[in-house]
């Protein structure tokens, strides 16, 4: 649990790394409030290293206690960033912690945005390498079925499509974009 009040934000170790991109909805963070108000909401600033800051209303929890609910929307890039907890009510802000460092994490299958995912260059390798195989086990099924296919056409058939499947992940390799 986290202690606040408008003089500390103690974050135990544990509670400074948080999960996101794939960890939806999984994390959670609960804030012991040391200075509560009568309807009073808590709302989390966090500044990301590349400048850019998110609030995020937490939810009043019983007991002098706020509830953050990790989402992964709340984390824009992973690396250190920076909380503040600040207390408002219907007047404007009535006290804000100091800042702390935490630090996000995003899965290794991801980009750590959150945003669409994006195969990797070995992903697509073995992707092509299994539309090859798929091709040898058609060129198999021609000659198996009787739907005979002359060994020049083979190699054609094979070499070309080989050239269609590669063609664009070289392109990436080489830096240039696919089309």
Request: some cysteine; aromatic content about 8%; overall charge negative.
């Amino acid at each position: 649990m986290i202690y606040a009040d408008r003089k500390n934000l103690k974050i135990p170790c544990e509670e400074r790394i948080l999960g996101h991109y794939g960890d939806n909805e999984v994390e959670q963070r609960i804030f012991e409030i040391g200075e509560d108000f009568p309807d009073c909401k808590y709302i989390l600033h966090i500044a990301f290293s590349d400048g850019s800051i998110n609030p995020v209303l937490l939810e009043n929890g019983d007991d002098n206690t706020a509830v953050w609910n990790v989402r992964a929307e709340h984390i824009f890039t992973s690396g250190i960033a920076y909380i503040q907890l600040k207390a408002v009510s219907e007047n404007g802000e009535i006290w804000h912690s100091p800042e702390a460092a935490v630090e996000f994490l995003h899965s290794i299958e991801g980009d750590g945005t959150g945003g669409e995912y994006t195969p990797t260059l070995l992903e697509q390798l073995e992707e092509k390498i299994d539309d090859v195989l798929d091709l040898e086990d058609n060129i198999i099924y021609y000659i198996e079925t009787g739907d005979y296919i002359t060994r020049p056409e083979a190699v054609e058939l094979v070499n070309n499509s080989i050239d269609d499947l590669l063609l664009p992940l070289n392109r990436r390799l080489d830096g240039e974009n696919a089309d």
